[in-house]
């Protein structure tokens, strides 16, 4: 795929897309177009259109929920409304407030590399592991039980993994099982805004439950919406780079001696983690007034896919892009996004990914392939979700 992107940013940037079944787009794929549009939100909005799904999925989620993305999340609003919503919690997230975080996210890291020992170094330890460490964090940020994790988890997968065969529930279309998967999480976080509004804690389970004052609170989708973001977005994107960080170690078995003899080296591999991988493949912008960027000229209703996923191999912005480089410096990915709807828990992602392999490269020696990986099949979040490995623990702590 790497190699169409790179034959893609040198033959055809901005290329036109028509295919079946599907609202014909644009793709952007360089690294310095993405950023133009992202820097005009006025003119590129973040909605109605947000990702790559079939007409038919488009349009039995206006039917039913009124939303042609299928969840009105803080990614496809626009404008003050985005603003104002975003406010809510982005305070809980800027840096001075994350580090707060900082010993509980490093006791986790620890206790899921012990996890990782407890199984004698032989497991997936993608399945086993790195979804679980994230998803704690993110159920602790907004305070849900850990006995829920189990039910988040499946339900984060099915989500974003609606395309793949082996995540679809059984004998249902895709529209089938998106529509039942968002009434599962309908059900989950209803129970989670009724019990913080009696109950209210200091999470941000209650912050979006208690929502705006009068006129200004959010609508039932806006905080659905909401719960959705911070829930799976909060962790599955942070272990897909984590995953594509021990794939790395797996790849490159002298990673985990400079890493543990140079432990600040491990801010800039965290970071390179998250390019390579980025998880998050796409948004779509959709245009309001003309704009000629290069030889094309956007019109009033066209769509345009950001493809993240081949910005973040540019060449004329990361030299040897297709190289995992540990110590890769400067590295501005777009794996975050860029402009206003820039990913709102990025310090919090980059924390937790930086504790864990600091934990891992203290107990761990040496990580080998053990099978085959298993990537999800989807066009919009992605990563790996089987990764087999042999590990081999260091005989101090």
Same mark, same amino acid.
């Given at each position: ?62 039917? +039913? ?44 890291? $620890? ?21 679980? !460490? ?104 942070? $272990? ?8 790395? +170690? ?6 985990? $001696? ?79 996004? !860029? ?35 298993? !990537? ?22």
């Amino acid at each position: 795929m790497q190699a169409f992107f790179t034959w893609l940013r040198a033959e055809h940037p901005i290329a036109r897309v028509e295919a079946e079944g599907y609202r014909p787009f644009w793709v952007v794929t360089r690294h310095a177009d993405i950023r133009e549009i992202e820097r005009q939100p006025a003119i590129f909005n973040a909605g109605p259109r947000n990702t790559l799904l079939p007409i038919a999925a488009e349009e039995a989620n206006m039917a +039913l929920f009124g939303v042609e993305a299928g969840f009105e999340t803080l990614v496809v609003l626009d404008g003050e409304r985005h603003y104002e919503l975003r406010q809510m919690t982005q305070d809980y997230f800027l840096p001075k407030n994350v580090r707060r975080l900082e010993g509980m996210v490093d006791n986790l890291a $620890a206790a899921f590399v012990d996890r990782l020992m407890a199984t004698g170094g032989r497991c997936d330890i993608a399945a086993d592991i790195v979804f679980w !460490y994230p998803l704690r964090v993110a159920m602790t940020v907004l305070g849900i039980d850990e006995a829920n994790e189990a039910r988040m988890l499946k339900l984060t997968h099915e989500l974003f993994g609606a395309s793949d065969p082996a995540v679809r529930r059984p004998g249902m279309s895709l529209v089938e099982h998106s529509i039942a998967v968002k009434r599962d999480y309908i059900a989950f976080f209803d129970e989670i805004t009724q019990d913080r509004r009696a109950n209210p804690r200091d999470d941000v389970s209650t912050i979006i439950a208690r929502g705006l004052p009068n006129e200004h609170d959010l609508s039932p989708e806006e905080r659905l919406g909401y719960y959705v973001i911070v829930a799976t977005a909060g962790h599955d994107t942070t $272990a897909a780079s984590i995953a594509a960080g021990i794939q790395a +170690l797996i790849d490159q078995p002298d990673f985990i $001696a400079a890493l543990r003899e140079d432990p600040a080296l491990v801010k800039s591999f965290a970071n390179e983690a998250i390019r390579f991988c980025a998880p998050v493949k796409h948004f779509f912008r959709n245009v309001t007034a003309e704009y000629t960027l290069g030889d094309v000229t956007f019109r009033p209703g066209d769509h345009i896919m950001l493809h993240y996923g081949a910005a973040t191999r540019d060449e004329a912005v990361f030299p040897d892009a297709q190289t995992f480089r540990i110590d890769r410096t400067p590295n501005n990915h777009l794996a975050f996004g !860029y402009g206003p709807h820039q990913c709102l828990g990025q310090f919090l992602a980059k924390m937790e990914i930086e504790a864990f392999f600091r934990a891992l490269v203290r107990r761990v020696d040496r990580i080998e392939a053990d099978g085959a990986p298993a !990537y999800t099949q989807a066009t919009f979040v992605t990563g790996l979700r089987g990764l087999p490995v042999r590990c081999s623990f260091a005989s101090v702590a």
